[in-house]
Nanobody, 124 residues
Framework: VQLQAFGGGLVQAGGSLRLSCAASDGTFNGYTMAWFRQPPGKEREFVSVIRWSGGSTYYRDSVKGRFTTSRDNAKNTVYLQMNDLKPEDAAVYYC??????????????????WGQGTLVTVSS
């Protein structure tokens, strides 16, 4: 599965962006899809995840209530709607696909396939 993430850009604090992640040569069938981000000078961190069925989602605490992840399995696409963006949300955002167990769903080493990353810049 090859993933392509897009939708990043420059936005003012308080603004919104929607990231998309599409599978270019396969499907998401059965895969849990996650978003991670890497802020400048920091390690990659978990942002959100959605299970295959779409019924279960999990978020890092700092984005709860502001970010929403969803998926359209028919389109092989997963989304990250980001509202009320803050300067600390600025990062390169990556989508990833895997089949992690629930207890490890936030661990990036549980994901096999990664998109190339899309840059989100938030101005204050």
């Amino acid at each position: 599965v090859q993933l392509q993430a897009f939708g990043g850009g420059l936005v003012q604090a308080g603004g919104s962006l929607r990231l998309s992640c599409a599978a270019s040569d396969g499907t998401f069938n059965g895969y849990t899809m996650a978003w991670f981000r890497q802020p400048p000078g920091k390690e990659r961190e978990f942002v959100s995840v959605i299970r295959w069925s779409g019924g279960s989602t999990y978020y890092r605490d700092s984005v709860k209530g502001r970010f929403t992840t969803s998926r359209d399995n028919a389109k092989n696409t997963v989304y990250l709607q980001m509202n009320d963006l803050k300067p600390e949300d600025a990062a390169v955002y990556y989508c990833a696909a895997g089949r992690p167990i629930l207890s490890a769903i936030r661990n990036d080493n549980m994901y096999y396939y990664w998109g190339q990353g899309t840059l989100v810049t938030v101005s204050s």
